[in-house]
């Protein structure tokens, strides 16, 4: 029992609790967990509240004025009031509120204050702001007035600014008193008197501001540009004049004249008064009562003639002048003006310049050029000493056309013909590929035949041939433009990272991505520099696959399948289609489900091409009979006195599993596990030949290899491949030697924790399919993992895809019932939490001095020393006499689940945990069995067979041992004492439950001490979950 300890009211009691526990106390409240709720004699309101895993009590004292009395529960929160009580008041205020009080509740006070300021007579006419313009030469400066119908000048714009800011009362005449609120003003005043804070803020802080009137403010640059934008395609007054804001580039006039003393005189004709600019700039037409709002690139040409004819009315222009006038300012603004000239003296008119550049290869290959600048019949090399003054008539244009030139040409001899010279290619490239194309917009460009002969290529856009050949497919390559020696020149250029290729007769080739492709295509069809060259290109026909899934409309590859290619691939997808394709005996067609056919289907179909495939269905699926399923049908095909025989490698504990499903679903289907002694095997082996299917484990084929030198089978099945994960083992190494004409992998973990996972599987079933493993971590592992590259991803998803099927239970077994996934956490009481914090600093300071690489062992090692301290101390220390609050709260849910008549499996990796939770129940009287890396093959199944039909209440397992190849369907609650770093493990060990048979829904609970280790597990776990979902998805795609 325990009590708040603090009084509250029925109207307030939110106040009281946490958000988090309030949020939870809602959540009951919702889901109906109230069971009853009754009144005792003392006048307490006494409530039935349905908990994770029981009932627990809830008593509650309510005074007539509403003041709540006490507050209490059975649950085991000890830190305030609970989500029970939080949840029993809800129903309390809603259900007995008016027994309980008559008064409103706390917030409807301050709810009617909020709209009664708010609110205002239909009436009245809302207030607005605002501007007075005027301007002052070409400073436009604006003040502001507010008011209803009539407005009232502002005498304080910072004191307006402040009465918004603390929503002050402030009289304007004598009619009009007001309170200050941006909510009663509408959007156009709410967007001035924004503007007006900004300008005022900004004058506060530039030391340079002339701000001292703080009735008037002046508009320019960006708050000329934010206000004239408010009124874009509206009228505004100026001074008394109605103006229309409108977005356009005003048209400007100008006479440009020749006085008898040979000046010039340039006159704007009804010339604009020039507001100012920001990103716009901002012209008021008299005449047209127009404000236009010219774009950016007229603003910047025109913007430094604008500023002086504010001020001046036309421009006089010396004689000596004129030539550069009419070169720099007047060939610039000449886009923006209507300039009549017929009144200029045409011989006071300077030659415009054209400036000429000449390019060359000399006979060293190098390429040079002369630049020269023509003035009418005046011409004047570039670099020319001792040039006078007078004959550069357009400085700003010589000095332009100069610098352009330079920037592709790198070096400068000023005594030769040809003074401006490239040396290296890159500097050739980027004239080639950019310059040239450049450079014509601005100069005359002459060019020699041998420069000529310096081109670009064209993209590289191949087309790719395919045709079956001999039981291979033949590719055929080819590129317009290139032979086979260049376009390998080409991929080469790519490797090594450049952005071109120059070729021996001087040509460039941009090294684009239509070169990326045509490498990424070599590289997955596997095809070396040397076979590039072949006339003949051949690949394995389990290449047909990926060939058939690339688009027709690929941009930088055009594919050709020729007909016998088509007719491959169609018949390939039709008969994964046909369900009447393949045969099936008349067991398994009454037996197997529907997906189940099609992966039957799928293996079968790939097997008539000669190619392997992983069967990744989710745990439960029922892969073994697929697979059954395929070998049944070879056998069936067989001819009069043929034999195939079969291969199936499976862990220990599945051998018996494999057998008994063999007789199951087949009649005549024999087999024989190897098992045993040496000299028992030995036996096995005279005999092997007679049986269609050879039944082994992992372990025992490492033994037994050499027996299997000489032997070939039709095909081999992988159960739980995932043990040939690491390719550098011998049991990866073994698998993989033995001679068969089809190999199958069947696993629901094709990848655990990295992507080499998934390449060692691909070795077995394919070998050299997805290359070597040094090519494979280059280009798909690390790019995908480290790098999170899409590219990579995308390949490797269209190479992989065709040969992994993968279906999960939510796709395909809609009948199945639900499964809920629950973490509990649990806390360490003080004495468990000053152990692990003791060990945490000690082995922090050892982690510090080890090598990650070397010492992997170690560190896992102290870290198992962590995850035991959260299971139960004893586990490390054998005379440690606390509690452990995990096996606590283990306990009280196994009581609890089975008081409510649930049967439970209970997995940790530690047996000797299971040991003392063995002891719990054994003092608890409550019945189960032990399961055990330890535990005999046979003893296994019986276990099994026995829990799925008698009323034992609790399945230990340790979760190395029984996390694969059991059916416990009897069960409909698994329990995870203690975290695994895979995930994937655990998921295994769960559908020992979660699978076809299941009737119940399913209740799965992993236990966490919270603020440790076990923490961090469940993060890494998600992190791996990740990338299995990135290697292989629903169907068998990489995402």
Not at 71 to 86: E, L, N, S, V
Not at 910 to 931: E, G, K, N, P, V
Request: charged share 30%; with cysteine; aromatic share 10%.
């Amino acid at each position: 029992m325990k009590n708040g300890g603090q009084s509250m009211n029925i109207s307030n009691f939110r106040y009281h609790f946490s958000n988090q526990i309030a949020s939870r106390g809602r959540t009951y409240y919702k889901e109906s967990r109230i069971k009853s709720v009754t009144k005792s004699e003392n006048g307490h309101f006494i409530a039935a509240v349905k908990g994770s895993y029981r009932k627990y009590e809830v008593d509650i004292g309510i005074e007539k004025n509403g003041v709540i009395t006490s507050a209490q529960c059975t649950c085991p929160y000890d830190y305030g009031y609970c989500k029970h009580i939080y949840a029993v008041l809800i129903y309390l205020e809603t259900i007995f509120d008016d027994q309980i009080s008559d008064r409103s509740s706390n917030y409807l006070p301050k709810l009617i204050k909020e709209y009664s300021m708010n609110r205002r007579d239909e009436k009245d006419v809302p207030v607005s702001i605002e501007p007075e313009l005027w301007l002052t030469g070409s400073d436009l400066f604006f003040r502001l007035k507010i008011g209803r119908e009539r407005k009232y000048s502002v005498g304080d714009i910072k004191k307006l600014i402040e009465d918004f800011k603390y929503q002050s009362t402030r009289k304007y005449g004598k009619f009009f008193e007001w309170t200050h609120r941006y909510n009663d003003i509408d959007l156009e005043s709410r967007r001035l008197m924004e503007l007006a804070y900004d300008i005022y803020q900004n004058a506060r802080y530039d030391y340079y501001s002339s701000f001292n009137n703080q009735k008037e403010f002046r508009l320019k640059g960006k708050y000329l540009e934010r206000f004239l934008e408010m009124y874009r395609n509206k009228s505004l007054m100026i001074s008394d004049k109605e103006y229309r804001v409108e977005k356009c580039n005003p048209v400007l006039k100008a006479v440009l004249t020749t006085t008898k003393s040979g000046k010039m005189k340039f006159s704007p004709q009804d010339f604009p008064l020039f507001l100012g600019s920001y990103d716009n700039g901002y012209f008021l037409l008299e005449n047209e009562q127009i404000i236009a709002c010219a774009d950016y690139e007229f603003t910047r040409t025109v913007e430094p003639i604008a500023n002086i004819l504010n001020q001046e009315s036309s421009i006089i222009i010396s004689k000596k002048d004129v030539p550069v006038f009419y070169n720099t300012v007047l060939r610039q603004i000449e886009p923006c003006f209507d300039i009549d000239t017929t009144a200029v003296d045409d011989t006071l008119v300077p030659p415009s310049l054209v400036s000429q550049l000449y390019i060359d290869v000399d006979d060293e290959g190098i390429i040079c050029a002369a630049l020269q600048f023509a003035y009418g019949d005046s011409i004047f090399p570039a670099l020319q000493k001792g040039r006078n003054i007078a004959d550069i008539i357009d400085p700003y244009g010589e000095e332009t056309a100069l610098s352009m030139v330079r920037r592709y040409f790198e070096q400068v001899q000023k005594d030769t013909v040809h003074p401006f010279q490239i040396h290296t290619d890159d500097a050739a490239f980027a004239l080639i590929s950019e310059g040239m194309s450049l450079l014509s917009k601005h100069l005359e460009l002459y060019v020699s035949d041998r420069f000529k002969k310096i081109n670009m290529r064209p993209p590289v856009t191949a087309s790719v041939g395919i045709k079956p050949f001999g039981g291979l497919l033949e590719v055929d390559i080819e590129a317009s433009g290139y032979n086979p020696e260049e376009l390998l020149e080409m991929l080469d250029a790519y490797r090594q990272g450049k952005k071109y290729h120059r070729f021996k007769d001087g040509s460039f080739s941009l090294v684009d991505d239509s070169v990326k492709d045509l490498d990424l295509l070599t590289k997955e069809l596997n095809i070396s520099d040397k076979a590039f060259l072949r006339e003949n290109i051949t690949v394995p026909m389990y290449r047909m696959l990926y060939l058939n899934s690339l688009q027709n409309d690929e941009e930088h590859i055009r594919l050709k399948r020729n007909s016998e290619f088509r007719r491959c691939a169609k018949e390939y997808e039709s008969m994964l289609r046909d369900e009447d394709a393949f045969i099936l005996s008349d067991r398994l067609e009454k037996t197997m489900r529907d997906y189940q056919k099609y992966g039957f289907r799928w293996m079968k179909t790939l097997g008539m091409y000669r190619m392997g495939g992983i069967l990744a269905d989710d745990m439960g699926l029922g892969k073994t009979v697929q697979a059954i399923a395929v070998m049944q049908s070879v056998k069936d095909d067989c001819q009069p006195g043929e034999h195939k025989q079969f291969l199936v490698i499976c862990p220990s504990s599945l051998t018996l599993n494999w057998q008994n499903e063999i007789k199951r679903f087949s009649t005549d289907l024999s087999s024989v596990c190897i098992t045993g002694t040496v000299a028992e095997r030995e036996k096995q082996f005279g005999e092997i030949d007679k049986y269609d299917i050879v039944i082994t484990s992992y372990a025992t084929l490492l033994r037994d290899i050499a027996k299997y030198e000489t032997k070939h089978f039709a095909a081999q099945f992988l159960d739980e491949a995932q043990n040939i994960k690491n390719h550098h083992t011998q049991s990866a190494k073994a698998v993989k030697a033995i001679s068969s004409d089809l190999r199958f992998a069947l696993t629901g973990t094709p990848v655990e924790n990295t992507l080499a996972e998934l390449w060692s599987i691909f070795d077995f079933i394919m070998p050299g399919y997805l290359h070597q493993y040094s090519y494979f971590k280059k280009n798909y592992e690390t790019p995908i993992v480290k790098k999170h590259d899409t590219a990579s991803v995308r390949s490797l998803q269209r190479l992989t895809s065709p040969f992994v099927l993968r279906r999960l239970k939510s796709e395909v077994l809609t009948e199945l019932p639900d499964k809920t996934e629950t973490v509990l956490e649990t806390k360490f009481d003080e004495k468990q939490k000053k152990l692990y914090l003791a060990n945490a600093a000690q082995i922090k300071g050892q982690l510090k001095e080890m090598d990650e690489g070397k010492d992997k062992l170690k560190i896992l090692a102290l870290l198992t020393k962590l995850r035991q301290i959260c299971c139960d101390p004893s586990l490390l220390y054998e005379n440690y006499d606390g509690e452990s609050a995990k096996l606590e709260q283990c306990m009280e849910l196994v009581r609890s689940c089975i008081e409510s008549g649930h049967k439970i499996l209970l997995f940790s990796q530690f047996t000797s945990m299971l040991d003392i939770i063995a002891d719990r129940l054994m003092q608890d009287s409550i019945s189960f069995y032990t399961l055990t890396g330890s535990t005999k093959t046979k003893d296994r199944m019986k276990m099994v067979n026995e829990f799925n039909e008698n009323d034992v209440s609790v399945f230990l397992i340790s979760l190395k041992a029984g996390g694969t190849g059991l059916n416990l369907t009897g069960a409909d609650i698994v329990i995870h004492y203690d975290p695994w770093w895979n995930l994937s493990a655990e998921n295994q060990a769960s559908d020992r439950v979660y699978r076809i048979g299941q009737r119940n829904n399913v209740q799965i609970y992993k236990l966490i001490v919270k603020d440790t280790i076990e923490e961090k597990i469940r993060i890494l776990q998600q992190k791996k979950a990740d990338l299995l979902e990135a290697a292989v998805g629903g169907e068998g795609d990489i995402i």
